[in-house]
Structure formats: C-alpha cells, structure tokens
C-alpha cells in the first residue's frame, strides 16, 4: 500500500493496480491534469478490502471517509478484481462508491461481468502511452470535476 498526495484532500481516490508501470503512469496522468487528491495504492485485491474494510494493517482506519472513486484493475494477486468488486457491491458501507475497472482485457465476458457486478465504468487500458495517460487524465476530470456524487449519509 502506497499513497500519492500532493495535498490534503477529502476526496481520496483508490487505484487498485499490481502492476507498477501501470500504477506510475495513472499517478502521473492525473497529476498532469492537475488531480491533486491523494491517491492510495493497493497492489493486489486483498490489501484493497483490507483498506476499504478497515482490517489487517488498515484496523485504525476510518471507516467514514471512503474514496471518491475507486479504479480497479481485474487481473489481481490473492483477490481478483472481480470478486473485489462483488464484495463492494454487497456490503452497505460500499455499495454506491463508484467503481472504474481499468483493464487490459478485452473479453466480452469480462465486460459483462463487471457491469453484472455493478462497476461503473469499464475501460480498456490502451497499450499507447499517450492514450493510457489521456484515457487516466479523463477518469480523473469525469469522477472528479463532472460527475455529481450519492450524499454522504446515504454512502
């Protein structure tokens, strides 16, 4: 677990993502749009619920602030992407933090599962590093500056 901040904010962003290249470049594609928040990292689906839960090394954490958004990968270690997902959508505290699967499979299968489960968005991972930092850089505008939130009290 590893978090990018480069200033306090409330609106924490989850990426979800075992694979370094990809996770350095969806930091820096949001910091060159000029997204600020802090970014956690978790590198496999495991550390990702541990965080979201509150449990393991994340037990002091606190439950009420979630993330802004969450931007999950499928292919995980120890939990896949899938199965984080479907934890998220069946428990109450989760259930309406909206959830970007960023993935490099392009599976009908996959992309209907992850809607099936409840992801908001699913985006390929474009294997063009202009492309993967523009399609990052609008993740960040969309879920941070355009689209309206569920209340707090009802997350």
């Known amino acids: 677990m590893s978090v990018v901040s480069d200033r306090p904010d409330n609106r924490v962003i989850l990426l979800v993502e075992d694979d370094p290249d990809h996770e350095a470049l969806t930091i820096r594609a949001l910091r060159r749009s000029n997204v600020r928040n802090e970014v956690v990292v978790s590198h496999d689906g495991a550390e990702a619920l541990d965080y979201l839960f509150a449990q393991g090394s994340f037990a002091e954490r606190d439950l009420r602030v979630m993330p802004q958004f969450i931007v999950l990968d499928l292919k995980l270690p ?9 934890r998220l959508r069946a428990d109450e505290r989760t259930r309406l933090v909206p959830v970007v699967v960023l993935t490099s499979s392009d599976e009908e299968r996959d992309m209907v599962a992850c809607y099936s489960g409840g992801a908001n968005s699913y985006v390929r991972k474009p294997v063009d590093f202009d492309q993967f930092t523009e399609a990052a850089r609008q993740l960040g505008i969309y879920w941070l500056q355009v689209n309206e939130f569920a209340p707090l009290a009802v997350r």
């Open 78 to 86: 120890k939990i896949s992407g899938l199965e984080v997902l479907q």
